[in-house]
């Protein structure tokens, strides 16, 4: 395993920067295989950062927090620690760690550069093995504080599993405010773990069905503002909205190709039935993908744009269907009871998650590309919407339950055993994950 990471990580003016602070050992003693059904989370000490600005604290905190909500890390209570570190550049004593159990221990300090940079030095110990694992400094203007964490966490995220980790990156999502009967419906977005959340829209006409770039800190999403669906691209960063086109009749808004120069839609016509189109963002020229008397929809591509998934009542019932990219070797995949919808391929390319609904209730699920291996991951009254972590290991979706006033996000791991609720101020539905930030 790689051990030094360097990025420049930047979104907007905000400048994240990483650089070695030693060198470290190949590999973690201690590692997580994430491709098993039942995996025991690894105790974990993070202490707090030392720090004469009081972000100490917090940044440990959203560390920890990142590391519990994955599943596979048991942050133990501070009040177990044995050792006080004052020095984050000494090795621990290791067998104070030892005592309670903590397999890997973080220690860190931050502080202020002379032009008001934030320089936040972390490294993570191998307590059994008594080593260093991973020794690093980032740099950051103050009000990135808290990517700073979720790249801290990712980063022992990857040692310990040896796969990239998804917690510097976002969510962009439906909010949903008002009565039932006169629903306000703006976009939003916010940190995968609920902070920093800021609105796009003004909720003065219905937005709906965000869906990020794989590329660029851009979305599309379909309003209605004009009386009719319009598919906009709206950059994150700077505000700048463009209108791609009119649209009557679309049932889904647009997802992006892997690099980001397409989209893909369903169109409704006037004979009823939907067919699948990409159009080409540069030139605006369309292409029909499949033309039959069905209802066509919900199209994603594969990772690397070679397939496309999509649902078709072609079969009598809405199932799942693979096509190449350009419409040809059209194929189901799925043959279970029920009817499926909103198949999104998932970034690693080896599975397909789905809307279930059979026997009364809405369920979330995976099957492999050729349609086999299905499992039902969570289910509920209202349960839809999958959207993939960029690594690939953990799924967003809403829920809304019986008597519920309205929906709530919650994301499931792929085992099927770590269901979250995502905080958001209002109802909440729609999640699309962005890419880890760059």
Do not use: C
């Not at 191998?126 to 740099?139: I, M, P, S, Y």
């Not at 405010?177 to 006169?182: A, E, I």
């Not at 279930?356 to 209202?382: A, C, H, N, P, Y």
């Amino acid at each position: 395993m790689q051990n030094v990471l360097k990025a420049a990580l930047a979104v907007a003016s905000l400048a994240v920067g990483m650089v070695a602070l030693a060198a470290t050992p190949a590999r973690a003693l201690v590692e997580i295989d994430v491709t098993r059904g039942v995996v025991e989370p690894v105790p974990i000490a993070i202490t707090e950062f030392l720090s004469a600005e009081g972000k100490g604290a917090e940044i440990a905190n959203v560390v920890m927090a990142d590391l519990r909500r994955s599943g596979l890390f048991a942050p133990i209570d501070k009040a177990a620690f044995v050792e006080k570190i004052s020095n984050p550049d000494a090795a621990p004593r290791f067998e104070d760690w030892q005592v309670i159990n903590a397999q890997a221990l973080v220690t860190g300090r931050i502080t202020e550069e002379p032009d008001g940079r934030l320089r936040t030095e972390f490294r993570v110990w191998d307590t059994f093995a008594g080593q260093q694992l991973v020794g690093e400094q980032l740099f950051s203007n103050q009000a990135n504080w808290r990517r700073i964490a979720h790249i801290i966490a990712d980063t022992i995220y990857e040692q310990f599993t040896g796969e990239k980790g998804y917690f510097d990156s976002r969510i962009v999502f439906v909010d949903e405010s008002g009565p039932r009967d006169n629903r306000v419906k703006r976009l939003a977005i916010m940190d995968q773990d609920g902070a920093n959340l800021r609105y796009l829209t003004d909720g003065r006409s219905i937005a709906l069905t965000p869906r990020f770039s794989p590329q660029r800190q851009e979305i599309t999403y379909m309003s209605y503002e004009s009386g009719q669906p319009q598919v906009y691209l709206l950059q994150l960063e700077t505000g700048q909205r463009e209108l791609v086109g009119d649209f009557p009749g679309m049932t889904f808004a647009p997802r992006f190709s892997p690099n980001g120069d397409k989209v893909i839609m369903s169109l409704l016509r006037d004979d009823g039935n939907s067919n699948i189109f990409t159009m080409d963002l540069r030139t605006r020229n369309t292409a029909r993908l499949t033309d039959t008397n069905a209802i066509d929809t919900s199209p994603s591509y594969s990772p690397d744009g070679n397939k496309v998934v999509f649902t078709s009542d072609r079969g009598g019932r809405a199932q799942i269907y693979v096509m190449n990219a350009d419409g040809s070797n059209q194929e189901r995949i799925s043959f279970g009871d029920g009817s499926y919808s909103t198949p999104v391929w998932s970034p690693r390319g080896d599975l397909i998650a789905f809307t279930k609904q059979s026997g009364g209730e809405f369920q979330i699920g995976v099957m492999r590309t050729d349609g086999s291996g299905e499992r039902i991951l969570t289910s509920g009254f209202l349960t839809e919407g999958p959207t993939w972590s960029p690594n690939g290991r953990v799924i967003m979706f809403f829920r809304q339950d019986s008597g519920a006033a309205g929906p709530q996000l919650h994301s499931i791991d792929l085992t099927g055993r770590n269901e979250q609720n995502i905080p958001a101020p209002n109802f909440a539905s729609d999640p699309a994950w962005s890419p880890l930030l760059k």
